[in-house]
């Protein structure tokens, strides 16, 4: 929720670009599925490190949050919730989704990185400050 306000008013992007990243806020969509589409579409062509297999502490992989990405349980009196379902998996799991949206919004190049227009983008929501850009997100 990159254009969420803490207690002090200040957005998460506007934190970043303070601090000289370059941030675009990818707009939520409407419908999850969307989403999910695209990372089931994006995984066919997808190279993991091997790192990204290793578990960090108490924190589950992200080919491990991916693996374990579950739809939400049929609830209380047996109505199936059209969710993910919200677990240790679910906020990994729903970075790459976001990644993913961003890929088919075209925010993102073939090679994963940010695309031209979009560094554009981010320059002038950044005021046209466009040195010491060190990253996308």
Known sequence: ???HEDAGKVTYAQRL????MN????QRTKDTWIGIREVRR???RCIFHENCSEVRGDFMSGVGALENYRKAPIGK????RDEPLHNEASHLADAFRYFAEAHMAGLVDRHGGAM?????L???QM?????KVRGMW
């Open 127 to 131: 005021g046209g400050n466009r040195g």
């Open 122 to 124: 981010a320059a002038a």
């Open 23 to 26: 941030c675009v806020v990818l």
């Open 42 to 44: 994006l995984l066919a």
């Open 77 to 80: 009196y047996g109505v199936q």
């Open 17 to 20: 670009r303070r601090q000289g």
């Open 1 to 3: 929720d990159g254009a």
């Open 116 to 120: 031209p227009d979009v560094r554009r």
